[in-house]
């Protein structure tokens, strides 16, 4: 459209309409990139899709209402926009359109002076609706856009010129409200509802003038830290984000792609322009999915446990007190980087212990540190790092630590499951020591040597059976020692048996292991990677 | 004696009744999938939700009643009757609370109480019911409030899922976000209160978390009433129902299922357990 360079003095209700429409189209173009803004889950998480559809509302609204009078056409506007208002940014631009209308109310149309001063009333009937208005969102953008609307009327500007000024003020104040709310700034965006409004008026400035400022909506700034929406114990993989853009985007493919690639996925946007966060193992493939699907704009990978590491060598011996979260967090003692890795994605933080089982005081007493919680559960997962746990557990003075002596990891995983990480220490305790004693373990390895263990005899290069420990059975194959070790389960209804496979241990062989123990035990089972050095296989039995 | 109305929305669960015998007001909220917009309960039914959420390779979203809708009924109501009291789901879950208060106060903001219920399901469906019972006395809307606001804290929901999926990717998962990324496969116990989904602990089996999800539910004291709610699988809901009734046999006991506005955030396969505490 060429630029219109003829002055316009006033508008009627056939303007409006007009430029209204093309408003309502801007923000429904832009609405994808005005979604990628959000950087925080809320119950209307979609702002640029809820403004494009309230603003569809209100065309349609206008549209009905016929005539050229701006009275009609605008209450039209409003009463379309308020029906079809969504979530709250909709809302808030609904409220703002009534303000509009009310002050348009009996004119047949209206100059810039008369318009500025509809903004205005519109801006404060915003304010007004919200229960407790907060700056830095798009009542902060209206209020600024009508202020500087007055200045440019009152200087006898036209409807274009103020539009213009009006627009203008607008995108510094959506600029500036990183700086007045701290979330945006932490997530490195702009507010969407201000955006969005800003759009909207760009559309509206854009009708009258043929041509607007600026298409391009501010640029989205992925290296922004969504590390504040995470729990801290998502503590491992790569912390992925990607912007990409296309044409047509499946965006319900692209997450389904992702949702197994990792967690914490969050896709925000449209079929235009995408952001996905997640984080991975792998985040080639995070890439390959966005290639795959479109155009890739910025790309950010941290590794999060270097990250993590960082962090902590960093800090100084004595490290000053940081705010501990209440709640109970967990340390359990691990041996194997399958149950390690198990451990850290129940939300414990992992002493590792490398074969011997033994960690120090000082580790465990690191690893209670690195847990920000008000009380601490120390999972010792077996009888030789007991002492050492109490031991750790005294040297804290800053919160309270209690040691739930799991005997084995089978039992520690029992037990981080039924930690409940908001209720205090003494609750937990007990319920973590009551699921840990409802848990069995069957441990497989092969004797070094000759030897008599709990009254079971043992030769050299055997395979060898413990159930909770005690030796129980040695033969030659471990298929028949699961079946006498479950013979000395204690009786009880059991509903899953997990097995841990060792680094020793054969997956195909832990398959084999399974008949047996459905069999025998009418349990459901699952396979996992232990990576437990000395036993072959650890089978837990719930 | 000044006569109330009451008016709720369609994420409400009467366990055992209808809510059209009540003489209430229920306001939908929408599900949407892509461009379609449906209003919960009336262009929606939750069979049609189930089958649609399996096929359609899109996921759902959902929306508040949009303002206008709250002032019509709003305007309707005050026009009959002296006052209204409209309950509502959680304001942390849902924007429909603070769309209504806004309704509200340009409707007729002496008239209308809006109460958060800080609950949803069944948890607001009990309020709403004590808020009908009280209505048909003699008794002032501010008392009606008062009372719902006494009630509130003796509501319990305790729920599992099948998987933490859902909440996480429509944003309502809050702290239970710490049950997520479990390498090994867990069902996940919750508790909805003060308006949060709260993790409570973790099950390896599913039989496991309807149990716990059953005994916590039913753990906290003596109960006036209690129910069973579900998301497509009502043969494991009336096993628990059947379990209790037997333990229970004193207690009034309903199954029933929740709506596609919040199956959209749990998904299918959710399990819960509500009661009201004895006052």
């Not at chain 1, 856009?145 to 010129?161: S, T």
């Not at chain 1, 305790?429 to 040597?449: F, G, K």
Request: proline letters at 5%.
């Amino acid at each position: 459209m060429p630029a219109n360079t003829e002055k316009v003095t006033s508008i009627d209700g056939s303007d409006l309409l007009a430029a209204l429409e093309a408003a309502a189209q801007s923000v429904d173009h832009h609405a994808g990139a005005i979604n990628a803004l959000n950087v925080f889950p809320v119950p209307d998480g979609d702002t640029g899709t809820n403004m494009a559809l309230t603003l569809r509302s209100a065309s349609d609204g206008a549209r009905s209402a016929g005539g050229s009078s701006l009275a009609d056409v605008s209450a039209a506007m409003a009463r379309g926009a308020l029906m079809g208002a969504r979530g709250n940014s909709g809302v808030i631009l609904a409220q703002l359109l009534r303000g509009v209308a009310r002050a348009l109310d009996g004119k047949p149309s209206a100059d810039a002076r008369t318009l500025a001063a509809a903004f205005r009333v519109g801006a404060d009937a915003a304010y007004t609706a919200v229960a407790k208005p907060v700056e830095g969102t798009i009542l902060t953008v209206a209020r600024a856009a009508a202020e500087a609307a007055e200045a440019a009327a009152a200087e006898g500007q036209d409807v274009a010129a103020m539009l213009a000024r009006s627009h203008s003020a607008a995108r510094d104040a959506v600029a500036a409200t990183p700086e007045q709310l701290p979330l945006l700034k932490r997530a490195g965006v702009v507010d969407s509802g201000g955006e969005g409004y800003r759009v909207f008026l760009e559309g509206l400035l854009r009708h009258f003038t043929g041509e607007a400022p600026s298409p391009q909506p501010i640029e989205i700034d992925v290296h922004a830290d969504l590390s504040s929406l995470h729990d801290e114990n998502d503590t491992y993989g790569y912390c992925t984000e990607v912007l990409f853009q296309g044409a047509s985007i499946d965006v319900e493919r692209v997450r389904n792609a992702l949702d197994a690639v990792g967690t914490s996925l969050l896709v925000v946007g449209d079929a235009t322009l995408l952001k996905v966060h997640i984080h991975t193992l792998q985040p080639g493939r995070v890439l390959d999915v966005a290639v795959e699907h479109g155009e890739i704009v910025q790309v950010k990978v941290d590794n999060i446990q270097l990250q993590r590491q960082r962090f902590a060598a960093d800090t100084p011996p004595e490290p000053p007190r940081m705010e501990l979260e209440p709640g109970t967090g967990m340390v359990a003692v691990a041996c194997g980087a399958g149950f390690r890795d198990i451990f850290q994605s129940l939300g414990a933080t992992v002493v590792d212990a490398p074969g011997t089982m033994n960690p120090s005081i000082e580790q465990i007493v690191e690893a209670i540190k690195r847990t920000r919680r008000e009380h601490v559960v120390v999972l010792s997962n077996d009888p030789n790092v007991v002492l050492a746990s109490e031991a750790a557990a005294r040297l804290i003075d800053d919160r309270t630590v209690a040691v739930v002596p799991t005997r084995n990891m089978p039992q520690g995983i029992a037990a981080a499951l039924a930690l409940n990480p908001e209720a205090e220490l003494d609750d937990n305790i007990l319920s973590l020591t009551r699921a840990a004693a409802a848990c069995h373990a069957i441990a497989l390895t092969h004797a070094v040597r000759d030897a008599t263990v709990d009254e079971v005899a043992i030769g050299s290069g055997q395979a060898l059976a413990f159930l909770d420990g005690r030796a129980v059975a040695a033969g030659d194959g471990f298929s028949d020692l699961i079946s006498r070790a479950i013979g000395s389960l204690p009786s009880g209804s059991y509903e899953i048996a997990t097995i841990y496979v060792g680094s020793k241990g054969v997956e195909m062989e832990a398959a084999t292991f399974a008949d047996c123990l459905s069999q025998h035990l009418s349990v459901t089972v699952e396979i996992a990677t232990g990576g437990q050095p000395h036993y072959e296989y650890i089978i837990s039995v719930e | 004696m000044a006569s109330i109305a009451i008016v709720t929305d369609s994420t409400a669960d009467f366990a055992g009744i209808e809510p059209a015998d009540l003489g209430i007001t229920v306001v939908p909220l929408t599900v949407h999938w892509g461009r379609d917009v449906l209003r919960d309960r009336v262009d929606l039914s939750t069979s049609e939700f189930y089958d649609r959420l399996r096929t359609d390779p899109n996921l759902p979203k959902t929306a508040a009643p949009p303002v206008g809708i709250f002032e019509e009924v709003f305007r309707e109501c005050v026009s009959r009757y002296d006052a209204v009291i409209a309950v509502h789901i959680a304001a942390t879950l849902s924007s429909t609370w603070s769309v209504a208060a806004n309704a509200a106060s340009t409707v007729a903001p002496e008239r209308i109480y809006v109460v958060d219920s800080t609950s949803t399901s069944v948890g607001l469906g009990w309020l709403v019911q004590h808020a009908v019972d009280l209505a048909s006395g003699d008794v002032e809307a501010s008392t009606i409030v008062a009372a719902l606001e006494e009630m509130i804290p003796r509501i319990r929901l305790y729920l599992t899922l099948e998987s933490l999926e859902y909440l996480q990717r429509g944003g309502r998962i809050g702290r239970a976000q710490a049950f997520v990324g479990a390498l090994l496969s867990v069902k996940p116990v919750l508790q909805v209160a003060e308006g949060a989904v709260i993790p409570i602990e973790r099950v390896r089996t599913r039989a496991g978390s309807i149990r716990r999800v059953a005994e916590l539910g039913t753990g906290a004291g003596p109960m006036e009433r209690l129910a069973v709610v579900h998301g497509d699988c009502e043969a494991e809901a009336v096993a628990v129902r059947d379990e209790l009734t037997r333990r229970l046999p004193e207690v009034p006991i309903n199954v029933t299922e929740v709506g596609a506005v919040i199956a959209t955030y749990t998904g299918p396969g959710i399990v819960g357990v509500g009661c009201v505490l004895a006052s």
